[in-house]
Structures are given as C-alpha cells and as structure tokens.
C-alpha cells in the first residue's frame, strides 16, 4: 500500500492520536475511558502515512512529485 496521508493531514492525525491516547491516561477510571484508546488508529496513520479508509475512498492528500 502506497502513502496516501499527507502534510497537514498528517500533523493533524498525530497530534489528536497522541492527546486522545494521553487522555487515557489522565482521565479518572470509568466505564467508557477505554475510547480514549481509540486514539492509537490516528496515531498509527499519521506516522504510517497509509489509511486503508483512504485506500477504498480513493482519496490521496499527499503531495503530487
């Protein structure tokens, strides 16, 4: 699979992964502080720079060569 996550988008990906994944940590123990965890999708894709959404959308927001 080719990159298809790029630029801003990429940035952006990582920054919400990591505060989501940081929430996790800093929220208090409940029933639903696991979806914090859901952050580590975000986090993967930014620094992977590959989204299989993106793949079956056909979308590319990365730079043209």
Do not use: Q
């Not at 999708?41 to 959308?57: D, E, I, R």
């Amino acid at each position: 699979m080719k990159p298809n996550v790029g630029g801003i988008d990429r940035i952006v990906r990582i920054i919400v992964g990591l505060l989501m994944v940081l929430a996790f940590f800093l929220s208090p123990p409940g029933v639903y502080s696991w979806l914090w965890l859901l952050g580590i999708f975000p986090l993967a894709t930014g620094f992977l720079a590959k989204c299989p959404t993106y793949s079956l959308l056909g979308v590319n927001t990365c730079a043209k060569d």
